[in-house]
């Protein structure tokens, strides 16, 4: 859905210039709302690939699943660094999803506690 809402947002856009609507102006997202829904599509790419590839095994073994959960929290640090670097720009939205990846760390964590 965030794929979906970032493809047609130049047409979003568009209608909301050009409308009177006042209710319309009030769900529209800012600019900062769109920025962070461009960061989290980020996060979610990387998660995507190896969730897929996971569900489509009948059997997965823990080497695997180990092998996919550490290419997941590699790519997560390295957004991670790219976002501090942002945030000397946008210290309010790069705090928020700083606490979005503390709690999917803590995710990734309990899931190898799980195995």
Known sequence: ???????????????YKNTENKEYDKIFLSLAEWITLEHLEKVFEVLDRPIIRLQSEYYTNIN????????IFNKLEALADEFE????????LVSLLLLFFIILYIAIICYLLIF
């Open 1 to 15: 859905m965030i794929k979906a809402a970032l493809e047609v947002r130049e047409l979003l856009t568009y209608v």
């Open 64 to 71: 695997k699943a180990l092998l996919f959960v550490y290419s």
């Open 85 to 92: 670097a942002l945030s000397v720009e946008e210290p309010d």
